[in-house]
């Protein structure tokens, strides 16, 4: 029987491990570097946008979509900025599972199956009166639908892919990990 030691790593030591390994795409990365990672991210995207709010505030009496395109450019730059790094911990880390790098392909379904829907939406939308029905409404979000679906299933495959544990084949047996000092001196 083998006993596997798991790998420490604290939130600090995670974001320093990939951002040393900015673009790297070999190797492996373990649950918690990963995790950590996705937590920084996250908590980075909330200041940005609360710096951006600060600095561009938006318009009480601006419409719904209007909010939506409101500018971000410092959360914007953020995101850019973490890209090459968020995709390289995502393929160690599927990896690290034991699944190819190839499985992030799939992210390419969705924006495929947007364009596929894109001439069609065009097309309810140019029908549109100018107050659409709810049938008319729908006729414009239904294209969409697959690629929501896709996007769904896909993200849930990676969220249950990144909370599995190592691979078996990158586990390394307690007797070749190194030696725990016990306080025997004999």
């Known amino acids: 029987m083998t006993d596997l030691k798991p ?19 070999r190797g492996t990365a373990s649950r918690p570097e990963y995790w950590y990672f996705f937590l920084f991210s996250i908590l980075l995207a909330m200041i940005t946008g609360t710096i951006d709010s600060v600095i561009w505030p938006e318009d009480q009496n601006a419409e719904f979509i209007d909010s939506l395109t409101a500018a971000t450019p410092i959360g914007t730059i953020s995101q850019i900025l973490l890209f090459l790094p968020t995709l390289a911990v995502q393929i160690r880390r599927l990896r690290d599972a034991g699944f190819s790098a190839h499985f992030q392909w799939l992210n390419l379904v969705p924006l ?12 309810s939308i140019t029908e549109l009166s100018a ?19 896709s996007i769904m299933i896909i993200s849930l495959f990676y969220f249950v892919v990144t909370l ?3 691979s078996a084949k990158f586990q390394k047996p307690a007797a070749e990990a190194a030696p725990i000092n016990t306080g025997d001196a004999n």
Do not use: C, H, N, R
């Open 7 to 25: 790998k420490q790593m604290s939130f600090a030591g995670a974001i320093k491990t990939v951002f040393s390994k900015y673009a790297d795409f």
């Open 112 to 123: 495929i199956l947007v364009i596929i829907a894109i001439p069609a939406a065009i097309t």
């Open 131 to 149: 107050y659409p029905t709810e049938e008319e409404f729908a006729a414009v979000i239904m294209p969409f639908l697959p690629a929501l679906l």
């Open 164 to 166: 599995l544990p190592t």
